[in-house]
């Protein structure tokens, strides 16, 4: 059992050279990857087996500082059982070369819709009830890791991918944690984490995850964070959010067209999940039994008709914005 893993150039597609080899799927198998997906901290490659037509996504972990302690966190928590709301790895595989000589390499789902992040960039504000049903699924992706003892704490838009048929999945698990640990190692992504994380606080993972999960609803409704983070690791708005909450939601609608843009149901639970006070912030059985979240949502095959008209929008914006005909 042989799995040969190749290199494409993207800039010269002819140059297509073998680079390792390790015992992993079943029989000889030839995987090629031909594309970046993302570059951030690690990068994730595009891979696909040309025989069988099957898309996976590869990370890659580079050897710098601490980049061992992330891939033990994101193998480990990966090595949960599948659920349709979470990333999986298909298999992880230990080669060298690629963009680092020793590198860990997680083989996982490809997500072929990319990031919930890119379809609030590209479309704009969306209808209340794609979010409520977008949301149920984070919700349900995230009880599911709590349930498993796994703690995420990075949760954000750009780790919310869209898989098959339109199908939200929480995945970027490298600052992921075992709930029982307690303290946070890794401080999140400013803007989204909870302010006890910032602050070197943190003693509740679950309540932390549940903080980014209401950034994720509020930032997916009104297409900005709630409050901005400064170097001193002061909130802008956040003290009024919390002493004067009449008054931070009546800044936060001043440029709304309608004055009723945060419903009074999704204000309550926004305040719920973002409360400083731990004993006051939402638990996620809080949140299932708000009045906003049993509001009306999409059945997953009218997502995904009403979700591959608006895909179908955004290509034909994004070849109009590089001057090509979107047709070719």
Known sequence: MTTSLYTCDPLNSKSLQPISSSSSLEGKVEIFVDRVLGSGRFSVYHAYLPLKGTEYAIKVFSNEKNSEASYQREKEAMTIPRHKNVIGAISNINLKGLDAVN?????????????????????????????????????????????????????KLDNLLLGEDFVLKIGDFDHSQKINEKRPKCRG?????????????????IGADVYSAGVI????????????????????????????????WRVKTADKINPNFFSESLRELLNGMMHEDLSKRFTLNDI????????PIFKQEELKVKMEKMWERIIFKKSLKRGRSPVN
Not at 125 to 147: A, D, M, P, W
Not at 192 to 205: H, T
Not at 217 to 246: C, I, K, Q, S, W
Not at 288 to 295: H, I, L, R, T, V
């Open 189 to 205: 992504t400013s803007c989204y984490r909870a302010p006890e994380v910032y602050l070197g606080k943190c003693q509740d993972l």
């Open 103 to 155: 590198s860990n390499f997680i083989l996982m789902e490809y997500a072929p819709y990319g990031t919930v992040y890119d379809l609030v960039l590209n479309k704009g504000l969306l209808e209340e009830k794609t979010i409520r049903t977008y949301f149920h699924q984070v919700i349900e992706g995230l009880e599911f890791l709590h349930s498993q003892g796994i703690a995420h704490m990075d949760l």
């Open 288 to 295: 299932k039994n708000s009045e906003w979240y049993n509001g």
């Open 217 to 248: 609803l509020y930032t997916m409704r009104a297409r900005e964070f709630p409050f901005v983070e400064h170097n001193d690791g002061e909130l802008l708005h956040y003290d009024l959010f919390l002493n004067d909450n009449e008054e931070f």
